[in-house]
Structures are given as structure tokens and as C-alpha cells.
């Protein structure tokens, strides 16, 4: 299994970028594909998550209404598009994997990309 996350970089406060989540190597369809982030010097947390079956995605209240989570069936890939980016989103990106329900836990996942930075000026 292998999950290729991109599209990080640097953007303005207020900006947006749109991450992608490039899954394969199996059949997702029972999982859930989350994104987390890890900004310097803090704990990894958890941003949202997906369903691949397309039940409505949850997402952590910092990015409740700027953040929104999709996925492409056809391309195997999971979205992430960030609106009114703020400094404090400045992160590294992961997305990861786990059959079943959506879960916040990081722990409960099972498949993890490289992540990707996304660094936010003011």
C-alpha cells in the first residue's frame, strides 16, 4: 500500500492550496482516509477524514468551514482544499489509512504518506 501526498508549499495568509492524496497498491472502498498535520515543534493532530465510501467527512473545529475533504473514486485520490489559510496552519501534511469507520486517533491508522509542507506567511 502506498499513499503519495503533494501539493504543499508556501501561500499568503488568506491564500488556498489544494493537497492530494495519490492511494494505491489496494481496494479502498471499506476505508477511511484521514489527514493529519504536525506543525514545528508540536504533536501530530488531526485535521479530517473521509470515508471512501463518501459519507460526509468530520473535521477538526481549527478547520471546520475553511478545510473541506473529497475524494476522486476513479483516480484513487484523496483532496484536501484549504481556504483562508491562516500562519497557524503551517504544517507538515500527512494522509493516512484505516479500514473501517472514520477515526481521529492517529494510532488506529494503519497506512501513512511522506507528508507535505505547507508554510503559511503573513
Known amino acids: 500500500v502506498q499513499l503519495q501526498a503533494s501539493g504543499g508549499g508556501l501561500v499568503q495568509a488568506g491564500g488556498s492550496l489544494r493537497l492530494s492524496c495519490a492511494a494505491s497498491?489496494?481496494?479502498?472502498?471499506?476505508?477511511?482516509m484521514g489527514w493529519f498535520r504536525q506543525a514545528p515543534g508540536k504533536e501530530r493532530e488531526f485535521v479530517g477524514a473521509i470515508r471512501w465510501s463518501g459519507t460526509s467527512p468530520i473535521y477538526a473545529d481549527s478547520v471546520k468551514g475553511r478545510f473541506t475533504i473529497s475524494r476522486d473514486s476513479a483516480k484513487n485520490t484523496v483532496y484536501l482544499q484549504m481556504n483562508s489559510l491562516k500562519p497557524e496552519d503551517t504544517a507538515v501534511y500527512y494522509c493516512?489509512?484505516?479500514?473501517?469507520?472514520?477515526?481521529?486517533?492517529?494510532?488506529?491508522?494503519?497506512?501513512w504518506g511522506q507528508g507535505t509542507l505547507v508554510t503559511v506567511s503573513s
Open positions: 493516512a489509512a484505516v479500514a473501517g469507520p472514520i477515526r481521529i486517533d492517529q494510532g488506529s491508522y494503519d497506512y
Open positions: 497498491g489496494r481496494t479502498f472502498t471499506s476505508y477511511t
